[in-house]
């Protein structure tokens, strides 16, 4: 059965920082691509940044210098964890941040975790 849950969300002042968190199965499948995107109220999902099983990464611009996407994977990748960490947060950063991860070529999604950069 495949599971993605992400947590780490919560409230945080501008300029600092959180760590999100994907834990994920696949199954009987192995995780090829892990990813982090966002939707703010009004806006479309968009996309923060992407990790796959061999590491190689891709950040969107506005994600470049301040998040880092990582990730601890089991050795058949089919229970593996996710994080991103986000420093310099900027109220724009708010946002419901969801987990994708694609699992032979079928991609699924977590119920998203909150963040809010707010003084």
């Known amino acids: 059965q495949v599971q993605v849950v992400e947590s780490g969300g919560g409230l945080v002042q501008p300029g600092g920082s959180l760590r999100l968190s994907c834990a994920a199965s696949?199954?009987?499948?192995?995780?090829?691509?892990m990813g982090w995107y966002r939707q703010a109220p009004g806006k479309q999902r968009e996309l923060v940044a992407t990790i796959t099983a061999g590491g190689s990464i891709t950040y969107a611009d506005p994600a470049k210098g301040r998040f880092t996407i990582s990730r601890d994977s089991a050795k058949d990748n089919r229970n593996d964890t996710a994080y991103l960490q986000m420093n310099a947060l900027e109220p724009e950063d708010t946002a419901v941040y969801y987990c994708k991860i694609t699992v032979w070529g079928y991609d699924y999604w977590g119920q998203g975790t909150q963040v809010t950069v707010s003084s």
């Open positions: 696949g199954g009987v499948g192995s995780i090829y691509i």
